[in-house]
């Protein structure tokens, strides 16, 4: 038996913010783009199971006339296996998508970092990571209201760290590693165009 959980009042924020922290853990580790269907995955929790696993134990259950009986753990678990279900919290599509939204600011500070720490080439790999998003967001629309606000500030963040690539390819050799952070931080982003209408 399985039941699916929805509520018209979710924390629809914390959802988006577990969105981004399980993203951005995934790509930290293998520099993949964690699926809705994944996370989904990780909402689906088994009820009516025991808990008491010590051997020799007393379990007090109630049989058809509410009478009480004793019987060990063994029977005990023949009798609630076929009470056994399923919960599934239902990850709405627009929530995960918001949630990736958000990555990409993580990702944006962490494209920066890079080359704080000297790691252009994790600078490189980051931006076309973001890019790619960025053109899965254009394909998708505006959806909800607040998706527009999410592709106008993921163009943004998109922006800084094509801006930061092109500086170091441009002028990489004239600037220190250690200081390449420094420079950009300090540059005024110019080349944002404000006519795409996301507001």
Not at 77 to 100: M, N
Request: charged share 25%.
């Amino acid at each position: 038996m399985e039941r699916i959980l929805t509520s018209t009042v979710r924390p629809i924020l914390q959802m988006q913010e577990f969105i981004e922290a399980v993203t951005f853990y995934h790509y930290l580790k293998s520099n993949v783009l964690e699926s809705w269907i994944s996370i989904q995955k990780d909402f689906v929790y088994n009820v009516g199971e025991s808990t008491n696993e010590q051997d020799g134990a007393e379990i007090k259950a109630f049989d058809e006339n509410k009478q009480e009986k004793e019987c060990t753990p063994k029977e005990s678990a023949i009798e609630t296996s076929s009470e056994k279900s399923h919960i599934t919290t239902l990850l709405i599509p627009t929530d995960y998508f918001l949630g990736i939204g958000d990555l990409t600011g993580e990702l944006m500070r962490k494209c920066i970092n890079n080359l704080g720490s000297g790691n252009i080439e994790g600078c490189y790999q980051t931006s076309a990571f973001v890019r790619e998003i960025y053109k899965g967001f254009l394909s998708i629309g505006n959806v909800a209201k607040e998706m527009s606000r999410k592709v106008y500030t993921l163009r943004q963040s998109l922006s800084k760290m094509e801006n930061a690539c092109y500086t170091i390819h441009v002028r990489g050799s004239e600037i220190p590693k250690h200081m390449l952070a420094d420079v950009l931080c300090s540059s005024h982003d110019d080349m944002m165009d404000e006519d795409e209408g996301f507001y």
